[in-house]
C-alpha cells in the first residue's frame, strides 16, 4: 500500500547547492513526515508537518506541503558531503489502524 | 536515552531454521512495528501493534509473526525462514494519540541473510 512517491530517485549535487526532493500522495492525511537514511542504517525522523500547515523550518531544511495538489517537498539548502543519504516521506492519515506509510526513497549524492 | 534496539545487528542462518529478531524501546510508546527493506521496494511493514496483545498484519505477513506481551517488547518471529526472506529489517516505535501516528524512532536494522 504504497502512499507517497518521491521524486526524483537519485540526486547529485556539489556542496553548497540547494537540494529539492519531491513527494506525492494519494488519499488525505492527517500529517507528512521526513526521514533520513544513511546507507544501511536506521531511519532518522527530520521533520513532520500537520496537513493544516503550509510550511516549516528546521535549521537548513525546509518543508512544504501542498495538500490540494497532495505533495510535499524537502529542500535541504547549502548542503554538505555529510548530507549524502536516502531521503523518505512517510504519510499519516486520521483512519485509526492505518500505519505510517513509507514512499522508496530518494538517494541524494553531495560530491565535495 | 530514547532509543530502540534490536538484536542482533547482522544474522546468517539456514533455511527452516527458527529465529527471533529482539525489539526493544525505553520512551513507553504504544506504537510498534516491524518493517523490511528491500532494494527497489523501499521500507515494506510486516506486522504492527496497537498496544500490548494487540497486534495486526501490515503488508507483508506472510511467513513472519510477533508477539505484544509487555509495551517495549516486539519480537519477531521466523518460524521456518526462507531465503526470500533475506532482506534488511527495521523494527520502530511512536506515539500514537487520537488515532494519529507521531514521529517514529527506528531501531539500528537487523541485516538477515536465509542461506
Known amino acids: 500500500s504504497q502512499q507517497g512517491e518521491e521524486d526524483p530517485q537519485a540526486l547529485s549535487i556539489q556542496e553548497g547547492e540547494n537540494a529539492t526532493m519531491n513527494c506525492s500522495y494519494k488519499?488525505?492525511?492527517?500529517?507528512l513526515q521526513w526521514y533520513r537514511q544513511n546507507s544501511g542504517r536506521g531511519l532518522v525522523h527530520l521533520i513532520l508537518?500537520?496537513?493544516?500547515?503550509r510550511e516549516k523550518h528546521s535549521g537548513r531544511l525546509r518543508v512544504t506541503l501542498d495538500t490540494s495538489k497532495k505533495s510535499s517537498s524537502l529542500l535541504i539548502t547549502a548542503s554538505r558531503a555529510a548530507d549524502t543519504a536516502s531521503y523518505f516521506c512517510?504519510?499519516?492519515?486520521?483512519?485509526?489502524?492505518?500505519?505510517?506509510?513509507f514512499g522508496k526513497g530518494t538517494r541524494l549524492s553531495v560530491i565535495a | 536515552e530514547a532509543q530502540v534496539t534490536q538484536n542482533p545487528r547482522y544474522l546468517i542462518t539456514v533455511t527452516g531454521k527458527k529465529l527471533t529478531v529482539t525489539c526493544s524501546q525505553n520512551?513507553?510508546?504504544?506504537?510498534m512495528s516491524w518493517y523490511r527493506q528491500d532494494p527497489g521496494l523501499g521500507l515494506r511493514q510486516i506486522y504492527y501493534s496497537m498496544n500490548v496483545e494487540v497486534t495486526d498484519k501490515g503488508d507483508v505477513p506472510e511467513g513472519y509473526k510477533v508477539s505484544r506481551k509487555e509495551k517495549r517488547n516486539f519480537p519477531l518471529i521466523l518460524e521456518s525462514p526462507s531465503p526470500n526472506q533475506t532482506s534488511l529489517y527495521f523494527c520502530a516505535s511512536s506515539l500514537y494519540s487520537q488515532g494519529v501516528r507521531a514521529e517514529a524512532f527506528f531501531g539500528q536494522g537487523t541485516r538477515l541473510t536465509v542461506v
Open positions: 512517510a504519510t499519516a492519515v486520521y483512519s485509526g489502524n492505518t500505519p505510517l506509510v
Open positions: 520512551m513507553n510508546h504504544e506504537y
Open positions: 508537518i500537520r496537513s493544516n500547515e
Open positions: 488519499t488525505s492525511i492527517n500529517n
